[in-house]
Structures are given as structure tokens and as C-alpha cells.
């Protein structure tokens, strides 16, 4: 379980989440959509504890940050740093006794090339390999299928589903709509900073109709006309 209260954060004057009061319940996969600059990362980045803000957030595991798996849209990697090196550190950080990495390459990554020499695909797929590898019980992923192969994409939604079986607690952002149709139990919209409301899967289609006809409005046939 998360519980977020009172939760605010601005950069400078621009105030980005504005009083976000949420509980994320242990088990389920929560869907957080919105568009460009409604502060899903910036939610993230607090939740991670890799930003100041007001308010709390609470879990049962504390300190949070020791507990969960942040993926973000464009995970950073040193210039020299293997795939497996990658693997290691974040085992090392958790004191996982792993070493041999090649049972658990599901997505056949060349683990002894330097990470940064990857294609975007699998940088994400590194990445999303190495917090799987802590055994977290939260786990935040941000943009999770952006740019990532067909193939890959089913195994990600697999082990989503496998993760909510195992009890995690687990909030996906991501474009893709039809991936969170798979995979959450709810889906909150993310407005200004604000959620203003959760959607159960019985509505799941009519938001993303909702959000297809506010996205793109007349603006194609304004376009092509």
C-alpha cells in the first residue's frame, strides 16, 4: 500500500501537482494517463524520493524508496558500464547474491556491451530487467512500452500480470492505451497536477475515446484539408 496526502511540488513559481491525495492498494496495477505536462513524471520522481515536495507519502515498507523499482522514460547509463556491470550494481544495492545473469535475460540483451550503445529498446529492457532483479514491492514504471519492440511489449504485459499475482503494488504511465487496458484495475487521469477522475474498466474504453477526441479535436482534417 501507498498513501499519498497533501502532496504538492512546484519548480520556481509554476506550481506542477497541486494537492494530490491518492491510496494505491497492495496487489492491483493502477493506469496514470494524461497529457504532456499534467505531472505524471514529476509524481513519479517524488513517489522515488528523487524530488522535494509537500505532503506525505506513506507506505507499509519504509523507507519507500528502499522498497520500490522506478523506471523512468529514459533510464541513464555511465559512458562505461556493461549491461551486466548495469545488473550487478542494482543487485549490489539491494544485496541480492546474483551473479550469473544469463537465466535471467528474458530479453537477450548483450550484457557484456557497454549499456549506453544500446538502442532505446533496450536500454528500457536493461533497465526494466534491473529493478526486477531487486525483488521490489512497488514498482513505478514510466513509459514502459515506449519504444520498445512488439515481442517485447507482450512480455512486458506478462510480467506485469505475473508482478500482480506476486502482490505488487505497481502504477503504469504510458501512451500505449491498449497496454493499460491489459494490465490495470483502474486508470486515473492526471489533469494541471490534479487527478480529477478514476476509471474503472467497464469505462475504459469510452476515456480513451475521450482522450482520442480531445488529443486530436478537428486538428487532422484542419491539417489535410
Do not use: W
Not at 492491483?28 to 524520493?49: E, P, Q
Not at 492526471?190 to 474498466?201: A, D, H, N, S, T
Amino acid at each position: 500500500m501507498i498513501q499519498i496526502q497533501q502532496l504538492s511540488k512546484s519548480f520556481g513559481a509554476k506550481q506542477v501537482l497541486k494537492n494530490i491525495n491518492i491510496r494505491f492498494e497492495k496487489g492491483k496495477v493502477y493506469g496514470i494517463v494524461g497529457a504532456n505536462g499534467a505531472g505524471k513524471t514529476t509524481l513519479f520522481r517524488c513517489m522515488a524520493g528523487l524530488e522535494t515536495h509537500e505532503g506525505l507519502v506513506r507506505s507499509e515498507l519504509e523507507p519507500l524508496k528502499n522498497h520500490l523499482g522506478f523506471l523512468p522514460t529514459n533510464p541513464y547509463f555511465f559512458p562505461k558500464i556493461t549491461g551486466q556491470e548495469y545488473l550487478q550494481l542494482f543487485c549490489n544495492a539491494r544485496k541480492i547474491p546474483l551473479t550469473n545473469f544469463a537465466p535471467k535475460n528474458i530479453f537477450k540483451l548483450p550484457l557484456n556491451q557497454y549499456a549506453i550503445t544500446y538502442s532505446t529498446g533496450m536500454k528500457k529492457k536493461l533497465a526494466l530487467t534491473a529493478i526486477l532483479l531487486q525483488q521490489n514491492d512497488y514498482l513505478i514504471l514510466d513509459e514502459p512500452f515506449n519504444g520498445v519492440d512488439i515481442q517485447s511489449n507482450l512480455i512486458i504485459t506478462e510480467i506485469i500480470h505475473k508482478l500482480k499475482m506476486l502482490g505488487k503494488t505497481i502504477l503504469i504511465s504510458s501512451h500505449i492505451f491498449s497496454t493499460l487496458k491489459e494490465t490495470c484495475a483502474e486508470i486515473h487521469l492526471l489533469k494541471e497536477g490534479q487527478f480529477i477522475r478514476k476509471v474503472l474498466p467497464d469505462e475504459f474504453d469510452l476515456l480513451e475515446q475521450e482522450m482520442k477526441d480531445f488529443t486530436i479535436g478537428n486538428d487532422i482534417e484542419e491539417l489535410l484539408n
